[in-house]
């Protein structure tokens, strides 16, 4: 594999890599730092490529993990497919739908596998949301949350790097995650961003999305708060469940009673996520999360902020 990006993010890659991950063996990295990239391969017997060019000219590098500001990813993913390397691409799949749909295009032609690394969907307590979402009957809404801290880079309040605000950086994992619990599309978005203290994009947004089956589902987003929350509610005839992610517990309500707490065993993402691709790769089935997948999370993304900006609900395309 060969990873480009080495930042914040892609530096857990690089240690789980270098840890060690079933079907999976780090050969070659990049990042625009030479100087850091040099020395990282060094201490690590790697080869580093201070243009992503060449790494994907390596025939030892199979399959590419972007870990970029998302304003590169299309360029990467056209490049890669063009190698004929198998792409992990981190969220959001792109800035755009239409960039999105290109690249989800661009790989299918070239028989190329994509996935999208919507990591959310690896994480236990969620996997066991899933699972458990029939004991409280019907369910007649959602409520997503995350809250974050400001944003730790100055590119994400660069509209032409980030592509967007809390909506595409953050929320991106929420609307997957809305897709995966309830196997259905969303049909609508009504919804209303803010600007606290960002100047370029959203570090607010509050959104009402209504999928197919008539239910809805209410997200919230920011990057204003101190500290960390990301929890999802299924509401049920029966009974309400709430996930807390943080401290992946699963909390399900009847009438006034805490009928339930499960303490679901917890695990960082990376790793599985890294896992089901080489599997996929390996057994030549089809990505776990895919390229369609990450496409349908941008277009509600930007069916919100077309939402935010007419100030009325939009269809998602
Ligand atoms: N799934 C999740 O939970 C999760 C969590 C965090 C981030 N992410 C995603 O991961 C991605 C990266 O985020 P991050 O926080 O890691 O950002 P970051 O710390 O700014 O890292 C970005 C990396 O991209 C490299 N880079 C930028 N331009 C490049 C180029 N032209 N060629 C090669 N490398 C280049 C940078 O190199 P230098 O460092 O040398 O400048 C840096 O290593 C984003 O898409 C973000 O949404 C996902």
Known sequence: MGLIGLGRHGARYAKHLLDGVSGCRLVAVSRQNAAAGEQFA???????SADWRDLLRRSDVQAVLVVTPPSLNREICLAAAKAGKALLIEKPLACSTAEAAEMVAAARAAGVPLMTAQTLRFTPVLRRLRERLDAIGPVEFFSLCMRAERPPHAWLD????AGGGVVLEIGIHLFDLLRYLTGREAVEVRAETARRHTTQVEDLAHLRFT??????CFVELSRVSGGRLCRAEAIGQKGQWLADVGTSTLTRIEG???????SVPDRPTIEPVLEAFARSLMDKTPMPVSGEDGLRAVAMAEAA????ALG???EIG
């Not at 660069?158 to 790097?161: A, I």
């Not at 999928?211 to 809805?216: F, H, K, R, T």
Request: charged share 30%; hydrophobic share 40%.
């Open 42 to 48: 060094k201490d690590h017997g790697l080869a580093f």
């Open 158 to 161: 660069q509209k032409d790097k």
């Open 211 to 216: 999928l197919a089956s008539g239910a809805s």
């Open 256 to 262: 006034w009673q805490v009928a339930e707490v499960e």
């Open 305 to 308: 902020y077309r939402s935010a």
């Open 312 to 314: 009325k609900p939009v």
